[in-house]
């Protein structure tokens, strides 16, 4: 009877021993979850963030000044423009005519119609 005693005393100590050790990594595992859904939000407002700088990096507005001032673009214009043939030929810059005044009518102009 005391080694049936004996070996069930040891069943319910190594029972418990294991329950507290579940119980111990149960919490572990608990504690670095939480850890990890902090992190997660952490790093979501980082990418929210990130997410409005860029859009505001990408103004147009803000492209074109810096397209001015470190890149020293400039606009176009049909005096600056060039045209290219598919051979590579350049295609001569075409001014634009003078605007010229209309011709005075003359007496022989006038009875015409």
């Known amino acids: ?9 040891i069943a319910v ?5 294991f329950l507290v050790h579940t119980q111990y990594m149960s919490r572990q595992l608990y504690t670095e979850l939480h850890r990890i859904e902090l992190e997660a939000r952490r790093l979501e407002l980082d990418q929210d ?4 700088e860029k859009r505001a ?3 147009p507005l803000r492209v074109e000044k810096l397209a001015k001032e470190q890149l020293k673009m400039r606009t176009t214009t049909p005096a600056i423009t060039q045209y290219v043939r598919q051979d590579g030929t350049v295609i001569p810059a075409v001014a634009a005519p ?4 209309p011709a005075p009518r003359t007496a022989s102009t006038k009875g015409a119609h």
């Open 57 to 59: 990096q990408a103004t």
């Open 98 to 101: 003078a605007p010229t005044a």
């Open 49 to 52: 963030r990130l997410q409005v």
């Open 13 to 17: 100590l190594a029972s418990a021993i």
């Open 1 to 9: 009877m005391t080694r049936l005693n004996l070996l069930l005393l």
